[in-house]
T-cell receptor
């Protein structure tokens, strides 16, 4: 089974803090994604990565950055957290080849609260 | 750009009722279509998918048929259970794009 893990289930931070959200997958997937989930808005793509050290902006990259130094790990960074970044953050991974190439596998999510 | 529209929630049904959650999409090419489910306190997991017109995806008693003529992928189940209570997301992926575009989600509650 594919396993995607996220470093924290719940996180509380103060405005202006630098925040790191970590995601690790164990299936050797090339693709990794960061989404935020807000009620009524579904999932919105923040950043994604097709390979180590590669990154692409998604639909809402402002206020975020990412790092992918190893294939299995994809980090989301909030350089200076703000209250409007309070949300559920979901990481996902997928493979670009094979019978499951379109299927994304999700971690359990990190609920971030910025005070 | 591509988009997915789901029926507004929340949806509340009694156990053993028939379920339909509507999903329509807009896409420039020939996308793959997905239904993901999120149980309370968990991440999303794939429920079913269809990759071309007239394909039917099915899993756990749920079904959805890829209708190109109506650009729809409605989710159905003949007899829901309390354990089906969750949030359901319709999504699409353009061929080769590898990104998913999600609908806004529909919260389903099944009462015993």
């Amino acid at each position: 089974d594919v396993k995607v893990t996220q470093s924290s289930r719940y996180l509380v931070k103060r405005t202006g803090e630098k925040v790191f959200l970590e995601c690790v997958q164990d299936m050797d997937h090339e693709n990794m994604f960061w989404y935020r989930q807000d009620p009524g808005l579904g999932l919105r793509l923040i950043y994604f990565s097709y390979d180590v050290k590669m990154k692409e902006k998604g639909d809402i990259p402002e206020g975020y950055s990412v790092s992918r130094e190893k294939k299995e790990r994809f980090s989301l960074i909030l350089e200076s957290a703000s209250t409007n970044q309070t949300s559920m953050y979901l990481c996902a991974s997928s493979s670009p080849t094979g019978p499951y190439r379109d299927t994304q596998y999700f971690g359990p999510g990190t609920r971030l609260t910025v005070l | 750009g591509d988009s997915v529209t789901q029926m507004e929630g929340p949806v509340t049904l009694s156990e053993e009722a028939f379920l339909t959650i509507n999903c329509t999409y807009t896409a420039t090419g020939y996308p793959s279509l997905f239904w993901y489910v999120q149980y309370p306190g968990e991440g999303l997991q794939l429920l079913l998918k269809a990759t071309k017109a007239d394909d039917k995806g099915s899993n756990k008693g749920f079904e959805a048929t890829y209708r190109k003529e109506t650009t729809s992928f409605h989710l159905e189940k003949g007899s829901v259970q309390v354990s089906d209570s969750a949030v359901y997301f319709c999504a699409l992926s353009e061929w080769g794009a590898q990104k998913l575009v999600f609908g806004q989600g529909t919260r389903l509650t099944i009462n015993p």
